[in-house]
């Protein structure tokens, strides 16, 4: 079992910048893959980014390429997402995932949900206009 807890929402003007960090624990080094999903008020769960290990490369949602940043050193530390620029269109409950399968870890792969194993409670973001 891998248990993981998102920490760092809450509210920010726009334009302004958050970070968000996942902490796994419990069998931590079986999370091959990590991601962020997002779930704005009313709409589905939608993927964000993700990654395999430092120095892999990631992948991120159209709506986010060049604002925000996922970041992992190794299966023991925090993942981190750095979002810059934010927007209201960002507001969400921002979840964390992770996988404990092999995969292609292609763009495809990573925004399926049900490749995932394991889920955080979330942390909500809120970005003001």
């Known amino acids: 079992q891998v248990q993981l807890v998102e920490s760092g929402g809450g509210l920010v003007q726009a334009g302004g910048s958050l970070r968000l960090s996942c902490a796994a624990s419990g069998r931590a080094s079986s999370a091959y893959y990590m991601a962020w999903f997002r779930q704005p008020p009313g709409k589905e769960r939608e993927p964000v980014a993700g990654?395999?290990?430092?120095?892999?490369?990631?992948y991120y949602g159209d709506s986010v390429k060049g604002r925000f940043t996922i970041s992992r050193d190794n299966a023991a530390n925090p993942v981190y997402l750095q979002m810059n620029t934010l927007e209201p269109e960002d507001t969400a409950v921002y979840y964390c995932?992770?996988?404990?399968?092999?995969?292609?870890?292609?763009?495809?792969?990573?925004?399926?949900?049900?490749?995932?194993?394991?889920w955080g409670e979330g942390t909500q973001v809120t970005v003001s206009s």
């Open positions: 990654i395999r290990s430092a120095g892999s490369s990631a």
């Open positions: 995932a992770a996988a404990s399968r092999m995969g292609p870890y292609s763009s495809n792969w990573s925004k399926d949900r049900d490749n995932y194993d394991y």
